[in-house]
């Protein structure tokens, strides 16, 4: 029996994902969470098989979810999002995300991406995978491209350690 951790903000994507997995054979959903730290304590105590984890929710998000719970070595993650910006994508594999699918995906797709990380291997939407592979090939060493330049970019020292008191 493979056992998931859904991790999302939103209460109906929970649900879904759920009635789309549930009925899998061999698939068990044993916990949710609404937020990053939900997911890493979550995942701590359940010790799920892989987690689906959204990248934007309240706290924590999901891509430092995802480092905590990879770098603990609990298990894989399986990032799934509606977002396929770069920074998200390239963000999550750095910290070790073992897949990456939009939320557009079927649930056939989605229970394929789960089974396949659980077994040692990766997981990539079509529209990430040639993105992914354009940027090894485009780039140094075949490394990811640095992530694009934020808005706190522009902040000063000063600025920057008034908005981290501030956060």
Do not use: N, W
Request: with cysteine; charged share 25%; net charge negative.
């Amino acid at each position: 029996m493979t056992t998931i951790l859904i991790a999302d903000d939103h209460a109906a994507i929970r649900s879904g994902l759920r009635m789309m997995l549930e009925p899998a054979e061999g698939i068990d959903v044993i916990g949710e969470a609404t937020d990053g730290d939900q997911a890493i304590t979550g995942a701590r105590d359940l010790r799920p098989d892989v987690v689906l984890m959204d990248v934007r929710m309240p706290g924590t998000d999901g891509i430092r979810a995802t480092e905590v719970i990879v770098g603990e070595g609990i298990c894989p993650v399986v990032v799934l999002t509606t977002f396929d910006l770069d920074e998200y994508v390239f963000g999550a594999l750095r910290v070790g995300a073992r897949g990456f699918l939009l939320k557009t995906a079927s649930a056939e797709v989605i229970i394929d991406a789960v089974r396949a990380v659980v077994r040692g291997d990766a997981a990539l939407s079509p529209e990430i995978t040639r993105r992914v592979v354009d940027a090894v090939r485009t780039t140094p060493g075949g490394s990811p491209p640095p992530p694009p330049p934020t808005a706190l970019d522009d902040l000063t020292a000063r600025e920057r350690d008034v908005l981290r008191c501030l956060g």
